[in-house]
């Protein structure tokens, strides 16, 4: 499976911004798939993980109610709708498949996208 993600950019803080992640090959829908980010000299965050079929989602705190992911398995694609950004929700922001959808391992991992909030 390989993953691109993309959709990032410049918005201002309290600003939206929707990340989108395409997955290539036929077997997506048997991945749950996650959202990390990674802001400049800090470790790797985990934002997010929806369910294989999209019915379960479970968010880090520090985006809960502002994030949502999505995902349409017609389309091979997964997306992270952000609100309320915030200047510490600047980071790169990548998109990972796992078998499982509890934790935060993962099997496949995409390139990322820059998203910059400026206050």
């Known amino acids: 499976v390989q993953l691109q993600a993309s959709g990032g950019g410049l918005v201002q803080a309290g600003g939206s911004l929707r990340l989108s992640c395409v997955a290539s090959g036929n077997t997506f829908s048997r991945y749950a798939m996650r959202w990390f980010r990674q802001a400049p000299g800090k470790e790797r965050e985990f934002v997010g993980t929806?369910?294989?079929?999209?019915?379960?989602?479970t968010y880090a705190d520090s985006v809960k109610g502002r994030f949502t992911i999505s995902r349409d398995n017609a389309k091979n694609t997964v997306s992270l709708q952000m609100n309320s950004l915030k200047s510490e929700d600047t980071a790169v922001y990548y998109c990972?498949?796992?078998?499982?959808?509890?934790?935060?391992?993962?099997?496949?991992w995409g390139q990322g996208t820059l998203v910059t909030v400026s206050s």
């Open positions: 929806i369910s294989s079929s999209g019915g379960s989602t």
């Open positions: 990972a498949a796992a078998l499982y959808y509890g934790g935060t391992s993962y099997n496949y």
